[in-house]
């Protein structure tokens, strides 16, 4: 969990490949504001996120702009595992596992802004594969990302920004094998001239 | 799509939402809401959260992954965030409901049909879908960090291999139903408002009637239970929870 100024780059890089990233964002200065998958499909009429989405908030304000993509499609729809969905989606006794939810749960008590679950709206995976087809299906697809496939976004507001690498042993989309990335912000190409 | 067979029981109440507006209330385990399209192309917003504990409420993505779907109609069930059931689609004459859309809010209600103020329209006033929510919420002591992806009732959104969305217009007919069966204690948000991606200029959200009945346990064969392992799963951790 951290801030990205309005200005800065944040990137993130997919170290191995086909590793699912999944990530919130808040405004900085006011959590309850916060990205809205709906919003931001809504807006841009397509459920993938690549170079040219604008994420917006749930009061349909721009927080971020992807501006370089060497993956070429994220996911806004599949959210977060967590130990409950895993017992509904792969086994009753695989709740005793490592989640993303348990993550996110994690890092809000950590970071003790009186943030809590009730914070968690639908997630972005990023380098995810989750798609949606003609018939109305969804399958969590053999991913499109590779070692060294990035995603850079530009802030347009301060944003708090919660990352959870996405610990899933049950799934195959990612070989069953969670893998390092790493995440960096660049620049601040705007924040001294604003 | 014909709907599934299922016991209709005597009527408990009805009630209607005229088009425009907003409605909660609490369904409880073991009574099912019939929502009834009053005119063609409509469009109900739904949201759903535990009465014992609202924290608890309705997961779109949860609900997409555990059935590999995206959409849902007759055997589909609406997950929570805890891995149970909230309620189920027993019967639909519809055959496709959109949980990707979200709701309309203020600027793009204005942007479509042109800003409405209560000093000249009254009760005619545009509400959008978020501002709806927010009100029904509020009754609950919840808020803006309570409103979650919503389903689109009667709404048919197909998405193409590109990502695209587009808005399959005149999907829902005057008469088609769906009936939810609730699994748990519920409050239930509905808005009856236009769909986030109707292309129409002229604002006239169809009413929906609430038939609300009591419905016998879920079966062993039950349609939402067997129409996949996860559901199996779904009910068996609703029913310890219960």
Known sequence: MGVVRRGQVLRIVDLEGNQAVDTLFYNADDTHEHYSAQNTIQAQGRIYLTTGSVLLSNRGRPMLRIDDDTCGRHDTLGGACSSESNTVRYALEKRHMHSCRDSFLLALARHDHGMSKRDLPSNINFFMNVPVTPEGGLRFADGISAAGRHVELTALMDTLVLISNCPQLNNPCNAYNPTPIRVMTLGDLTRESA | ?242
């Open chain 2, 1 to 242: 799509m014909t709907a599934a067979p299922h016991v209709v029981t005597p009527l408990l109440w009805e009630d209607g939402i005229p088009g425009g507006t907003h409605w909660s209330g609490v369904l409880r385990r073991g009574v099912t809401l019939r929502l009834v399209a009053l005119a063609d192309d409509a469009n109900v917003a739904a949201l759903f959260y535990s009465r014992e504990q609202p924290l608890e409420r309705y997961n779109m993505a949860d609900t997409l992954k555990a059935q590999h779907t995206a959409h849902l109609t007759t055997g589909c069930v609406c997950y929570s965030d805890m891995g149970r059931i909230l309620c189920s689609v027993i019967a639909d004459t519809c055959g496709w409901h959109d949980p990707l859309c979200g709701l309309t809010d203020a600027q793009s209600i204005a942007a479509r049909y042109g800003a409405t103020r209560f000093q000249e329209e009254r009760n005619s006033r545009y509400v959008s879908g978020r501002e709806a929510m927010l009100v029904e919420l509020g009754k609950y002591g919840l808020n803006e960090r309570d409103l979650v992806a919503n389903i689109n009732f009667f709404s048919k959104v197909v998405v193409d291999d590109s990502g695209a969305m587009r808005r399959i217009a005149g999907h829902a007919r005057a008469g088609q139903s769906v009936e939810l069966r609730f699994e748990m204690d519920t409050i239930v948000l509905l808005h009856a408002g236009p769909h986030p991606l109707d292309t129409g200029t002229r604002y006239a959200p169809a009413g929906v009637r609430l038939e609300v009945r009591r419905a016998p346990p879920p079966a062993a064969d039950d349609v939402c239970r067997v129409r996949c392992p996860e559901n199996a799963r779904g009910f068996i951790n609703t029913e310890r929870h219960l």
